[in-house]
């Protein structure tokens, strides 16, 4: 069965700290994998996208991903975090009808 | 992307009742999806809409739940006869074609509170 799964349910940070979040999944068909963000109290808005090419994928403030296949992982970094990533990330993988397959999200909060 | 338009942004229902949820696509896709996330889950598929056609329903509870997505107007979600269980926040999703290459535009989703 198609699956995402995160490994951190919650985070908290520091400013300035640097970040890793896990997302391993579990398809066998062409991957293509995203990261949503979810900034309290407003919607869903893609952070990143790897459909193919370069394993290594940079999105908006900063944010990068990187696609290891033999791991079956996409783990979402950033160097150095700010007070405004407070927010709950959500890892997912296209279905095999285009739908989207998520992780349980991680709620990720930075201390100022 | 603030083009995907969900209302009400709240929705408060007695068990029993029959809540209607609202999707309207940005302009020019016409492929919706809904998705469904209970407390402190991620989100769920529920179903696959074009224009006057279920592509994929595989999500969708077997009772008291339906969607259609008419030639004109909003793409509906309801949920018949509520039960406590129902309260969630229901997210749709458009996008412009189907294909690899296509992101999912998400709305503020519904908050769906069943007293």
């Known amino acids: 069965a198609q699956s995402v799964s995160q490994h951190n349910h919650h985070v908290i940070l520091s400013e300035a700290a640097s970040l890793e979040l896990g997302c391993n999944y579990s398809?066998?068909?062409?991957?293509?994998l995203f990261w949503y963000v979810q900034y309290p109290g407003q919607h869903l808005q893609l952070l990143l996208k790897y459909f193919s090419g370069d394993p290594l994928v940079k999105g908006i403030k900063g944010f990068e991903a990187e696609f290891i296949k033999s791991k079956f992982s996409f783990n979402l970094r950033k160097p150095s975090v700010q007070w405004s990533d407070t927010a709950e990330y959500f890892c997912a993988v296209r279905g095999s009808n285009y739908q989207l397959i998520w992780g349980a999200g991680t709620k990720l909060i930075i201390k100022p | 992307n603030a083009g995907v338009m969900q209302n009400p942004r709240h929705l408060v229902r007695r068990r029993g009742q029959e809540a209607r949820l609202r999707c309207s696509p940005m302009?020019?896709?016409?492929?919706v999806y809904w998705y469904r996330q209970l407390p402190e889950e991620g989100l769920k598929f529920m179903v696959y809409l074009q224009k006057e056609n279920i592509i994929d329903e595989s999500g969708m509870p077997k009772e008291r739940f339906s969607a259609e997505f008419p030639k004109e107007g909003p793409s509906i979600l309801r949920i018949q006869q509520v039960v406590r269980g129902d309260s969630a926040a229901y997210f749709c999703a458009s996008s412009p074609n189907q294909g690899e290459g296509d992101i999912q535009y998400f709305g503020a989703g519904t908050r769906l509170s069943v007293l």
């Open positions: 302009k020019g896709h016409s492929h």
């Open positions: 398809y066998g068909g062409t991957v293509n």
